[in-house]
């Protein structure tokens, strides 16, 4: 899949596109026309880098029925060319949570898509999921036969309906359709079944019972396959099974570095840190990341030097593994060190370790590190923009820290990012440290596409002075598709509000 393009911030679309409150108060605004075609660019091409983390679809579902958008653009998009040769539920999956939001609106032209997609389109198990959590029980059991069309009879097509059912993310349709069809009734029996069965002949490499044997099994993979004896001389040991993913791939050596570290915590004895010290200093990269984590979580006095080092290494495996394990670490004397190599006068502040050092603090520093972390955030944002995974916590931490001096750039990274949980991060930061927040970006933040960012909008948005926020408290209080934890921080406001003015 591609990288989403974003239009630039102060377009109509680049609001619609990030999810902005002000997406919706300038859509409303605008020509019609030119505000539905925004919103069907938005639904059709999903504009998020991570879905998992990003909320849109109550956003856009709230926004078609502001505009009483037909769905036409929907419908042409779910049954597209493309559909017949591309099963990939990105392409059709934002279209189908904001069917299921405005069918729960009332909506019937999204109900009676979204049953028409579960019947024929390519990603019907996500309309199925929609439809369960929406539709009635005559809806979904006139949709049974068609379901099942999609498993294909006899031995393999039953093993898959079984492999869907135990993994159905809503479970209702498959128990309406298991009264009136045997092969779903006998696909729902078998499947706890095959369940234990897999657990039960589980079989796997394990390392001997020593802190010898564990280091070299952490390094199996970058031994071309023989196991742990060979590494130590035996002359009997022969190649591992074969387990079905690439044992040399970087992240089969991290998970098995990963594995002999807590390994290591069990079988290391007092008389073997010596061998765990000189695996941290230059083992082979499996045994090496294994004993440095075995080191920092046993929070060794030796694991800090040791993760300087490893973090100037030749090797990227070695640097990327220790500036990992250094935002593990916690205590004065590693936050003693995390200033020295964070501050651009004593360290190299613009250096992996560096940055690293930066993000210890923004997560675990004191007021006193606030100026190093408004510092490695400005200097982030003016190097890579709005974008990284490590900037997020570069923003948790000025809010954290209450840093002041953070403000300007956290508002810039409110209104540029394009990532909606990025941006609510943003404004939980800006809450901690803007007093102008409640009734400046608070007000915007209720029409926010996350429910987080709603309910922080709503605990501390200003209910003076804008016309506009205590009508859009009472339509989020009385809006059944809202969030739990949203009615009851909008609930609470508005008691306070009506007491208030009495």
């Known amino acids: 899949m591609f990288e989403p393009v974003i239009a630039p911030s102060a377009s109509l679309l680049g609001l619609l596109q990030r999810g902005r409150g002000d ?59 493309e559909d017949l040769v591309s099963d990939d539920e990105n392409r059709t999956g934002l279209a189908l949570s904001v069917l299921g939001h405005l069918a729960a609106y009332g909506r019937r032209d999204a109900l009676l898509m979204l049953r028409e997609y579960a019947a024929t389109g390519a990603n019907w198990a996500w309309a199925l999921d929609e439809l369960a959590l929406r539709d009635d029980d005559r809806g979904l059991l006139l949709l049974g036969t068609a379901v099942l069309d999609h498993f294909p009879a006899g031995p393999e097509g039953d093993a898959e309906l079984r492999e869907f059912i135990r993994n159905a993310y809503e479970p209702r349709p498959w128990r309406l359709w298991a009264a009136y069809h045997p092969r779903v009734a006998a696909a729902s029996e078998q499947s ?210 209450a840093a002041a001096d953070a403000v300007p750039v956290l508002r810039h990274v409110y209104g540029e990012a394009a990532s909606s949980e990025l941006r609510g991060r943003a404004a939980r930061a800006l809450a901690a440290t803007d007093v102008h927040f409640p009734e400046g970006p608070a007000v915007e933040c209720l029409w926010d596409c996350e429910e987080s960012t709603r309910e922080l909008a709503a605990r501390h948005v200003a209910t003076t002075g804008d016309a506009r926020v205590l009508e859009r408290l009472r339509r989020l209080a009385a809006d059944p598709a809202e969030e739990a934890e949203v009615h009851a921080a909008v609930r609470g406001r508005l008691t306070a509000a009506r007491e208030f003015g009495r």
Request: proline share 7%; with cysteine; charged share 25%.
């Open 192 to 401: 706890p079944f095959d369940l234990w069965q897999r657990q039960l002949n589980r079989s796997g490499v394990t390392p001997g019972w020593s802190t010898a044997d564990v280091l070299a099994w952490a390094d199996q993979g970058d031994l071309g396959g023989l196991g742990a004896g060979a590494f130590l001389g035996r002359p009997d040991a022969g190649p591992e099974p074969a387990r079905g993913a690439d044992p040399t791939g970087p992240d089969a050596v991290d998970r098995r570095a990963a594995a002999a570290a807590r390994c290591l915590t069990a079988v290391v004895r007092p008389e073997d840190r010596p061998l765990v010290l000189e695996a941290a200093r230059g083992g082979l990269p499996g045994a090496r990341r294994a004993a440095l984590r075995y080191l920092v979580d046993q929070r060794d006095p030796a694991a800090v030097e040791l993760i300087e080092a490893a973090a100037a290494d030749v090797d990227d495996r070695i640097v990327r593994a220790a500036l990992e394990l250094l935002g593990r670490m916690r205590g004065p004397e590693v936050l003693a060190h995390a200033r020295r190599w964070a501050d651009p006068a004593t360290g190299g502040a613009d250096s992996a370790l560096g940055e690293a050092a930066v993000q210890l603090l923004a997560d675990a520093g004191e007021p006193a590190d606030a100026p190093l972390v408004v510092a490695g955030l400005r200097r982030w944002v003016s190097v890579r923009g709005v974008a990284g995974p490590g900037l997020g916590s570069l923003v948790d931490g000025a809010g954290r820290l």
């Open 23 to 81: 997406g919706q108060l300038h859509a409303l605004a605008a020509d019609r026309t030119e505000a539905i075609a925004a919103l069907e660019e938005c639904v059709t091409r999903d504009p998020r880098a991570d879905w998992q983390v990003e909320s849109r679809s109550l956003y856009y579902a709230r926004l078609y029925m502001e505009l009483e958008a037909p769905l036409d653009g929907i419908e042409d998009h779910l049954h597209s060319p």
